[in-house]
């Protein structure tokens, strides 16, 4: 391989990793609650289509979920099958299935809720940095089903109590020193 094309190789692959490293993020951000690390995953002008919950700007989206994300109770955001299909140099199609797990409760009665997703979104890379242009999300399917944490019948954890647990910035493991 001539050095021009390893280092275009190397330009792309770099380029893909920035970009799943912001899918990354952006399920971080959504279950830690951490809204300032959300909106880093957009542009300043970017649109968020949530596939018929929301449409608007990306700022309007990240500043409609900051009030509910804190008080969401147990969130899992999974993303798997990424697809980067860089176009040049500053843009890319991106898609990516997102698996949820949520724990709900509605008329006082707790349930968990797994949820698959799909988010097409056009990144742009400004100034250095690739970020989320244009998103737009397709809900797949919906399964719910009643809470029973149980570890495994006690076989994972005989005392639940004593497991460390995920939670909300700043408690969470993930912002500690």
Request: charged fraction near 30%; include cysteine.
């Amino acid at each position: 391989m001539t050095e021009p094309i390893a280092a275009e190789a190397v330009r792309r692959l770099l380029d893909r990793q920035e970009i799943e490293d912001v899918i990354t993020r952006y399920s971080r951000a959504v279950d830690r609650a951490d809204v300032e690390l959300l909106r880093s995953c957009y542009h300043d002008d970017a649109t968020e289509d949530h596939g018929g919950v929301f449409s608007g700007t990306a700022r309007d989206y990240v500043n409609h979920i900051a009030g509910i994300l804190p008080r969401a109770g147990i969130l899992n955001h999974l993303a798997t099958n990424v697809l980067v299909e860089l176009r040049g140099e500053t843009a890319a199609r991106v898609e990516a299935y997102i698996l949820t797990f949520a724990r709900l409760k509605k008329d006082g009665e707790q349930f968990d809720t797994l949820t698959l997703a799909r988010t097409v979104d056009r990144f742009e890379k400004r100034a250095g940095r690739w970020a989320i242009a244009r998103r737009v999300l397709c809900w797949e399917w919906n399964h719910e089903m009643p809470l029973a944490e149980t570890w495994g019948r006690g076989l994972i954890a005989p005392d639940p109590a004593a497991l460390v647990r995920g939670a909300k910035r700043p408690a969470d493991i993930v912002y500690r020193d």
